[in-house]
């Protein structure tokens, strides 16, 4: 029996090990102090991040418990687009204190009855903290854009003009992603395009390097080249005769698409070297091997459609009705792109962050992609106060209300309210101040005062309306990282015994 007890705290403390470690790597990163991490693998090749998802991501992870916390957190990524440090922290701090219960002796079952009522209980006060955005006007916007930004002032600015010329209502669509629209390139200036890029170039270099006009564009979703036979066809007289057939065939639905007055074509696969020299003598640029996402953009900026090579064999009006078109199409042989703006489709912004170094190129598109995603979530379900304000707040009354439940269910609530508590506790932590007596003066602030948006002002340490400040987070990052914390901390407190499985033999 002893034994036993003795193997069950050794795994807790052996989970809780792997949790803090996990929790270790991405918090000295949170807050407007939060510092860098460089990343080296084996081969000296470095990435310098503070982008909590990157840095799991990147660092070798052996521990399945760490590992449950790394997908949990990629999850985070995927539906909110950030707030993955924060959900790291709530998730280990959820784990760390469960843990500590659990050794303590409270039953787990009862450790998980007080967490799920603490999260479903902080998501409803969370939403109650909620202040609605009205327009893409507001000025509360772009200070989301800051502060997910990094407070990268030039890339909050590139994402709100991205912003206004997608619309309100193309960024209310829940399944658009705003965040998609960004591209960093190193070597490039910074700018928002009025149309999509192509990163691929010209097939040959005969061929145009920048049209502008009414250019008629044409979208395949496939090889421009000819049909092909079945396998030992050709080494018979009549498939040999067939392929000439189909050679010749193919030739003339070439010359035909070139009498369409088709300027320029874009397509998924390769293209046929002899397609290649009749349209580079009609003067049509083409482009090989377009990466599929990309394709699929420019057809719905130039409003063509997505066609097969079969369409070719259609009469020259009905492949007319097919073309898209663009005002201008420019070619950069440095930057390996071309850019097609102006398209006859829907509008199609493209943010393009320019980066000096291709260290940092990384970086900066996942700046720029994390406050797309922050401003598009806020549009569409309103903000919170940052700097860890609404945790606190939130915290503060989980603190009064989980007198509802009875037992020992309360040390499990008290799981959740230690976690709304950590991200405040790092945040100044990093800033180089005292957590425990800055976490007390803004408890006594926010309840003297009635104002929940309070919080440290990490540049004088003072305590600031961080709503007012500009400092402000979108409501539902905030909601699915305390969901996601919820449910990975209830997966790993559920752990009894971690076995190893047997290798998978094949049999015969």
């Not at 039953?107 to 967490?115: D, I, M, W």
């Not at 010749?248 to 998924?268: H, M, P, S, Y």
């Not at 049509?284 to 090579?309: F, N, Q, S, T, Y």
Request: one cysteine or more; aromatic letters at 4%.
């Amino acid at each position: 029996m002893n034994e036993q007890r003795e193997q069950k705290f050794d795994l807790i403390e052996n989970n809780s090990n792997a949790v803090r470690a996990v929790m270790a790597a991405v918090e000295s990163t949170i807050g407007p102090k939060g510092l860098d991490t460089m990343l080296v693998d084996q081969f000296g090749n470095v990435v310098i991040t503070n982008d909590g998802v990157t840095i799991l991501n990147m660092m070798e992870v052996n521990h399945p418990v760490a590992r449950m916390l790394i997908h949990s957190i990629n999850a985070q990524q995927e539906e909110a687009g950030d707030g993955t440090t924060t959900a790291a922290l709530m998730a280990g701090e959820m784990v760390t204190h469960g843990l500590e219960q659990v050794s303590k002796g409270v039953p787990v079952a009862q450790v998980l009855t007080g967490l799920r009522y603490g999260v479903k209980e902080a998501c409803r006060l969370m939403e109650l903290e909620a202040v609605l955005v009205g327009s893409l006007d507001t000025g509360q916007l772009y200070n989301i854009a800051y502060v997910a930004g990094r407070e990268d002032e030039a890339i909050a600015k590139l994402i709100m003009e991205g912003a206004a010329l997608i619309g309100q209502e193309k960024l209310l669509d829940a399944s658009f992603r705003f965040s998609q629209r960004v591209r960093a390139v190193e070597g490039a200036g910074s700018e928002v395009l009025n149309g999509v890029l192509v990163t691929k170039e010209r097939l040959t270099r005969q061929m145009p390097l920048e049209l502008e006009g009414d250019i008629k564009v044409m979208v395949l979703d496939d090889a421009l080249e000819q049909e092909e036979l079945g396998n030992g066809a050709l080494a018979t007289e009549s498939g040999f005769q067939q392929y000439l057939v189909l050679k010749e065939q193919f030739k003339t639905n070439i010359q035909k698409l070139i009498d369409t007055g088709v300027q320029a074509v874009f397509a998924d696969r390769g293209v046929d070297d002899a397609a290649a020299e009749l349209l580079e003598e009609a003067g049509v640029l083409v482009v090989a091997r377009v990466p599929h996402k990309e394709l699929v953009d420019l057809a719905e900026h130039c409003g063509a459609k997505l066609v097969k090579r079969t369409s070719l064999l259609k009469p020259a009006d009905e492949l007319k009705k097919q073309f898209g078109s663009a005002t201008h199409i420019i070619g950069n042989e440095k930057l390996h792109n071309i850019k097609v703006l102006g398209g006859g489709g829907k509008a199609m912004a493209t943010i393009l962050v320019g980066a000096t170094t291709g260290e940092v190129v990384g970086e900066k598109e996942r700046i720029a992609k994390d406050a797309a995603a922050s401003v598009q979530s806020a549009l569409q379900r309103g903000l919170v106060a940052g700097g860890g304000a609404a945790e606190l707040a939130v915290a503060r009354q989980l603190e009064q209300n989980k007198n509802a439940l009875s037992g020992m269910a309360v040390f499990g609530a008290d799981c959740v309210i230690a976690a709304l508590k950590k991200p405040f506790m790092q945040i100044v932590t990093n800033a180089g101040f005292n957590p425990l007596e800055k976490l007390g003066d803004v408890h006594r602030a926010q309840e003297l005062q009635q104002n929940n948006h309070l919080s440290i002002n990490c540049d004088t340490g003072r305590i600031d309306d961080l709503y007012i400040a500009g400092i402000v987070d979108p409501l539902y990052v905030k909601l699915h990282g305390l969901k996601t914390a919820g449910e990975v901390a209830e997966a790993i407190l559920r752990i009894n015994i971690i076995v190893k499985k047997k290798e998978y033999q094949q049999t015969s």
